[in-house]
């Protein structure tokens, strides 16, 4: 079978791709599990843009602080310049971003930004809201439940993917890939991501000597609600904090002053660790809305409020204990200013695959949102611009996929990664993670196997970065 264009994921940053590809392109887009099962679709911030043009120098200035200045400053610019098309875009297909009373569009703040930039839809349904719209208004093929285990390339061309759907292997061939399949939160054994996230993409790209980048910095949301039993834990939003919510302990004080004068409005980084390093003091860390009324909670986070009340609690009065996850993965694939794969003629990577440089060592709350728009867009012009036919079949990969102990290995993996590659790291911890990595590599089959490639290469980066910068904290 053969396409135009396939795109790896059902994300934001994917259909958005495939909204601004000519519609004369025969356009595929396939998802391991189902559309929604993206970390888009659980976003529920917004989507930071700059105001005006007067406030693109300090929305640039507030992403580099963040990323402790280790973002590629040329890119920041273009995320910032761009922003300004966002709503406009989004909105002149017929959706509409959270507005008061007189119908203007209500801005919020979250940590670590110095304006009100933030948009939002449904209060805290964000990702959920323009997912369902935009996925509604394109009309590629689309192939759910399949899952891409190796890359068709030879030199500097891509040309298709091979699949899993079901028990059936095949190849599906195209002229141009684009790699959209999300972070690596399968990886930790605390994480936000959607279930299917788990980076085997970045691991057939490590095997495929693609360049990764920056793969040490990765993000731990401070706040997120641990205590159920599924495998991807409830997010509470940081705009919750934007907008009031505290950070305390049993007794209701504010530790967070201690450790940054911003309090709860710190970087993720800084509230993380210091959330982190008070627990281990032996103290119990909760969200307190105490100052909100049950309405403003209601009507201003929907989704959060009814989760928390569905779980017993009694808010805005009663606290909720909180702990840092995994949350986010700066480093990536590493991209041009075009979404295009370094060394590449017709591979791309856009949204927390990819590298494109824009978050540095830590993520501004609400950029990879933006993220995902501006690079998407820019991806799909390239396409537009470029897409040449080319033609090549390949045999199928006959590694076996599955053993029967991937379930125990996996489980394994999340364990050390939480506990040696995690919010606080050292060279003893790093070095057992990867002992342990290189002598289970070989036990599993190809599908965890890239896992393993993934969490390799964070180790790797991480023992290679001796310094502490942004996300990546060493105590040694």
């Known amino acids: ?28 887009l396939i998802t391991k599990s189902r559309v929604w099962g993206c970390n888009s679709f659980y976003a529920q911030g917004g989507v930071t843009v700059a105001r005006d043009e007067n406030d693109i120098e300090s929305h640039i200035e507030d992403t580099l602080k963040a990323g402790a200045y280790h973002n590629d400053k040329k890119m920041v610019e273009l995320l910032s310049k761009k922003s300004l098309e966002v709503i406009s875009d989004i909105e002149s297909m017929g959706f509409r971003f959270d507005r008061d009373k007189n119908g203007d569009i209500l801005f919020t703040r979250e940590g670590a930004h110095s304006n009100d930039r933030i948009v939002h839809a449904g209060g805290d349904a964000t990702g959920r809201e323009i997912h369902k719209f935009i996925f509604d208004k394109d009309k590629s093929f689309f192939v759910d439940e399949a899952v891409v285990f190796d890359l068709l390339i030879e ?43 788990s980076g085997d993409i970045q691991g057939i790209a490590i095997e495929k000597g693609i360049k990764l980048t920056d793969m040490e910095m990765t993000q731990f949301h401070p706040t997120v609600y641990v205590k159920s039993k599924t495998a991807q834990k409830q997010l509470l939003s940081e705009a919750l904090r934007g907008e009031g919510a505290k950070v305390v302990d049993k007794n209701r004080y504010q530790f967070l002053y201690e450790y940054d004068e911003r309090g709860e409005l710190a970087s993720r980084d800084i509230v993380s660790r210091a959330i982190y390093d008070y627990q281990k003091k032996g103290n119990e860390v909760f969200l307190d809305f105490s100052e909100w009324s049950e309405e403003f909670f ?14 017993g609690y009694n808010i805005p009065n009663e606290l909720v204990p909180i ?14 200013e075009t979404s295009k794969i370094l ?11 990819a590298n494109t440089g824009v978050h540095g060592a830590n993520r501004l709350a609400s950029n990879s949102l933006l993220e995902c728009f501006v690079f998407a867009k820019i991806c799909a012009k390239d396409i537009n611009a ?19 102990n991937d379930k125990k290995y996996k489980n ?26 290189e002598n289970s590599i070989d036990k599993v089959g190809r599908l965890t196997k890239l896992r393993f490639f993934t969490a390799k290469e964070i180790v790797i980066h991480a023992l290679k970065r001796k310094e502490s910068l942004g996300a990546h904290y060493r105590n040694d």
């Open 1 to 28: 079978m053969k396409y135009d264009v396939i795109i790896i994921g059902s994300g934001l940053a994917g259909i958005w791709t495939a909204l601004n590809l000519d519609k004369s392109l025969k356009v595929l």
């Open 155 to 197: 030199d500097d061309i891509c040309y298709g993917v091979s699949v899993l759907k079901g028990d059936k292997k095949e190849n599906i061939y195209a002229n141009s890939v684009v790699i959209a399949s999300g972070g690596v939160g399968g990886l930790y054994k605390y994480d936000t991501n959607a279930n299917a996230i």
């Open 298 to 311: 209601r009507n201003r986070f929907p989704t959060i409020y009814f989760k928390l009340k569905n779980l």
């Open 323 to 336: 702990s840092p996850a995994f949350h986010y993965m700066m480093g990536g694939i590493k991209v041009d």
């Open 343 to 353: 060394g590449f003629k017709n591979l791309y990577a856009v949204g927390e695959v």
């Open 386 to 404: 470029n897409i040449k036919t080319i033609n090549k079949k390949f045999n199928i990969n006959g590694e076996i996929l599955k053993l029967s």
């Open 412 to 437: 394994k993996l999340r364990q050390i990664m939480w506990d040696n590659v995690g919010i606080i790291r050292n060279e003893k911890g790093l070095k057992e993670a990867l002992e342990f990595i």
